[in-house]
């Protein structure tokens, strides 16, 4: 699932083609149209937009998504720059079984504005984070982390870029360990065998 331009999605495709890659997409789903939408597009991936404003409320859209979800059967659900919380009817139908990376090293700086706190806190080091979505804000077990340093002259974007490329590269490996049966959940604890 993603909300925006689609670059964090674009790894996962892009290693999901490659030799040897132990999972296949099966589907994007967004909130609204977005490039992440048309990058799926042009990989002849199925697509499917479920818009909040489209439902009377925002239970009825969580069951509508969940249900758009379920439709295309998957084992794992990932949010790729999704930016909307799941509620508990989703969070109920896929429970234990959804991805969510987070650019800071939880639980350090949640939320939406986790690289700019980070640099307002004067922190030399933050990351990225792949947890597992539980139903507060980036609270779940965390799977995996990676540390970024943040250099002296950083702004916004310069250190979000960095944790980017980190973020990609965590969150294919995590997804390939889960395709291979290798996270092992128990309780807040995840291990990587």
């Known amino acids: 699932m993603a909300s925006g331009s689609g670059t964090l999605a ?16 099966v589907a994007l789903v967004s909130d609204r149209d977005c490039e992440a939408v048309a990058r799926a597009g042009r990989a002849d991936l199925p697509t499917a937009v479920v818009r909040p404003g489209d439902h009377a409320d925002r239970a009825d859209w969580d069951r509508a998504l969940a249900d758009v979800v379920s439709g295309f059967d998957p084992d794992w659900v990932v949010s790729a720059g999704f930016m909307r919380i799941l509620g508990a009817a989703f969070l109920g ?3 234990g079984r959804v991805l969510n990376t987070h650019p800071a090293l939880l639980p350090s700086f949640p939320g939406a504005h986790a690289v700019r706190d980070a640099l307002a806190y004067g922190v030399t080091v933050t990351g990225s984070t792949v947890h597992l979505v539980d139903a507060g804000v980036d609270t779940g077990p965390v799977i995996a982390q990676r540390a970024v340093d943040v250099h002296p002259d950083d ?7 960095r944790i980017k490329v980190v973020e990609r590269e965590m969150l294919v490996d995590v997804l390939a360990a ?7 959940i128990e309780g807040r604890k995840v291990h990587l065998t």
């Open 10 to 25: 674009q790894s996962v495709l892009d290693a999901a083609d490659a030799p040897g890659c132990p999972y296949r997409i």
């Open 93 to 95: 139908r896929f429970d």
């Open 155 to 161: 702004t916004e974007a310069t250190l979000h870029e």
């Open 178 to 184: 889960a395709a291979r049966g290798r996270l092992h």
